[in-house]
């Protein structure tokens, strides 16, 4: 007897093949039959006018905390998500030392959105290594979750205070080495770093990862080459360009290890200013591969639409002169951007910039929300214009409403790639350019910013519903195959007999990303953009369903993900 048949849809199967009508029968988590299926099954879901997809893999994700209070990483898996990947850009919460969680818990707020009293109220760190933080999460997860080994953990496990502003000795570095092999061999699927300046602790310094040398870079990334199923994944700058010394440092890392490595995360836009600098980002690829390297970029499938908001500074603190402000504690934070002297230093700052600088253009953010019913009326309005019908410069005219606002204002910057001829070049770079991949959805992480957790969804409805740039099989296979091939996750990304049953049943006709709104969910009574999609009848995760009808059901069937057990080796070469 069967466990589960899903009968009369249109299985588009995750190679990009044409779709086709079948039935679908799981056993025991796994498909066993597609075709017509005359065997009883303990649940039948009629599947009729639907497609049946190999479950969403999700490669950029920053739900390592979360999914210990939230076992089905909402709001990905009513997006279709089955399968998250977190502990990137070297921020992973093991390993872990109770005076490493003193530094890396509110870091970890600080520099990926979260609100620190969440992270305090949903974390009981009762986990040291790697493997028992991954003990506790088996069992308890409704999506299937894997974790790379974060950069700045193993720093400031093995260096302490050290970590941030000194550099390694070599006996620092091979304790580095050895924590790394540990965690890799109880289960982490790689390694992953930063190096870019948009990545500040809660001290406002850089992060740990950021002293590291050269030398410190190569010899975590050859250890994990000497573990099966491994990846690299590595955040270089937050520039439109890579310097050659970024380059050569992603192409030897690589080499290294024999493994891909991945970056995050290229947005597209049209123009040729933005053309040339993704060219050079894209020639990392090419030099990397003459060397005996893969690098791959991660392409956000959708416009990087935003929410910023001077309470945490992040994304702003990357406009030239904003920095040194912006990194002040709360009150003198207010205070600073109130004072005229001040509002004339980052006014200088920013007036020589291009007009392609797209943050620094603060005449065009328009204000999203506010906290102080007082300012509703300014909300959905552009700064231009409120700067206008008061007379006063652009700039003046934000700070005023973000201070009367007690900083809390949600700003929405101009968002870039919305265009045609965006939409265009964004549909060929993932068709058709074998340097990027589909991904850097961001989601679990800045909470109060990022709307791109709904990336699947979107793309589906704007890019392949409504301006008919590729074939709804080939938006399967970039957001299931194609991720897990290149993380060599076995027997899941395709809807083929033998194979994991992790599956979505959507309506083609009406998928999309819903509407985002605020959400006061959180542990601490932290809130978070959130969005429930539409056109998904059922997200399910190795045979059970874990979101029906829009509803998460609360089964918990996902498991964590382990190098070598669950993944399979991707060389470089």
């Not at 990947?85 to 707020?109: D, Q």
């Not at 060929?428 to 709307?451: C, E, Q, Y």
């Not at 999609?533 to 382990?562: F, L, M, Q």
Request: include cysteine; proline fraction near 6%; aromatic fraction near 6%.
């Amino acid at each position: 007897m069967l466990d589960l048949i899903i009968r009369g849809g249109i299985v588009v199967d995750g190679t990009g093949a044409e779709g086709f009508r079948a039935d679908v029968g799981v056993r025991d988590g796994r498909i066993v039959v597609i075709g017509d299926v005359d065997e009883p099954a303990a649940r039948t879901i009629d599947a009729d006018g639907r497609v049946i997809t190999p479950g969403f893999v999700d490669l950029h994700t920053h739900y390592d905390p979360q999914v210990m209070w939230d076992p089905a990483a909402t709001p990905s898996s009513l997006h279709g998500v089955t399968t998250v990947f977190g502990g990137n850009c070297g921020f992973s919460i093991a390993p872990i030392t109770p005076e490493a969680a003193e530094y890396l818990i509110p870091m970890l707020a600080r520099v990926e959105g979260m609100p620190v009293e969440t992270l305090e109220a949903g974390l009981d760190r009762a986990w040291d290594g790697f493997g028992s933080w991954l003990d506790r999460l088996e069992g308890n997860l409704a999506v299937n979750a894997g974790f790379l080994v974060g950069h700045s953990a193993l720093r400031r496990v093995v260096m302490g205070e050290a970590a941030v502003g000194e550099a390694a000795g070599p006996e620092q570095i091979r304790a580095m080495v050895r924590l790394l092999h540990e965690s890799i061999a109880a289960g982490g699927l790689g390694f992953s770093s930063t190096a870019s300046p948009s990545h500040s602790d809660h001290d406002g310094d850089p992060v740990p990862s950021r002293f590291a040398a050269v030398e410190e870079f190569l010899a975590l990334a050859s250890a994990v080459g000497e573990h099966a199923g491994t990846t690299l994944e590595l955040i270089p700058s937050a520039s439109s360009r890579f310097s050659e010394a970024e380059i050569d440092l992603m192409t030897s890392m690589s080499a290294a290890a024999d493994r891909p490595l991945n970056w995050n995360v290229m947005v597209v836009a049209a123009g040729e200013e933005a053309a040339a600098g993704r060219e050079v980002k894209l020639s990392a690829s090419d030099h990397a591969a003459a060397r005996g390297g893969r690098v791959v970029g991660l392409c956000l499938p959708e416009p990087m639409r935003m929410r910023l908001s001077f309470a945490t500074g992040f994304i702003l603190d990357l406009v030239p002169g904003f920095a040194e402000v912006l990194h002040l504690p709360h009150a003198e934070r207010r205070a600073a951007l109130a004072d005229p002297a001040v509002r004339r230093r980052l006014a200088e700052a920013i007036a020589p910039l291009p007009p392609h600088h797209s943050i620094s253009r603060f005449a065009q953010y328009t204000i999203a929300d506010v906290e102080s019913p007082e300012l509703e009326r300014h909300v959905g309005r552009v700064v231009a214009d409120i700067a206008a019908e008061r007379g006063v410069d652009p700039l003046d005219a934000l700070l005023d409403i973000v201070i009367a606002d007690d900083l809390a204002t949600g700003l929405e910057p101009p968002t870039v790639g919305t265009d045609d001829a965006s939409w265009a070049e964004r549909a060929r770079l993932l068709t058709s350019d074998p340097r990027v991949i589909a991904g850097g959805s961001d989601a679990g992480a800045h909470l109060d910013m990022m709307k791109t957790f709904a990336c699947h969804t979107s793309f589906l409805a704007e890019g392949v519903r409504d301006r008919g740039l590729l074939s709804f099989e080939r938006a399967v296979q970039l957001f299931t195959d194609a991720p897990a091939r290149l993380y060599g996750l076995s027997g899941r990304g395709r809807v083929a007999e033998g194979w994991f049953a992790d599956l979505v049943i959507l309506d083609p006709a009406t998928v999309g990303p819903g509407t985002v709104t605020p959400r006061r969910d959180l542990p601490g009574g932290g809130w978070r953009l959130y969005s429930e999609a539409t056109g998904i009848d059922a997200t399910i995760v190795n045979g059970t369903p874990i979101v029906e009808n829009g509803r998460v059901t609360g089964d918990t069937p996902g498991t964590t993900i382990r190098s070598g057990r669950d993944t399979e080796t991707v060389t470089a070469r």
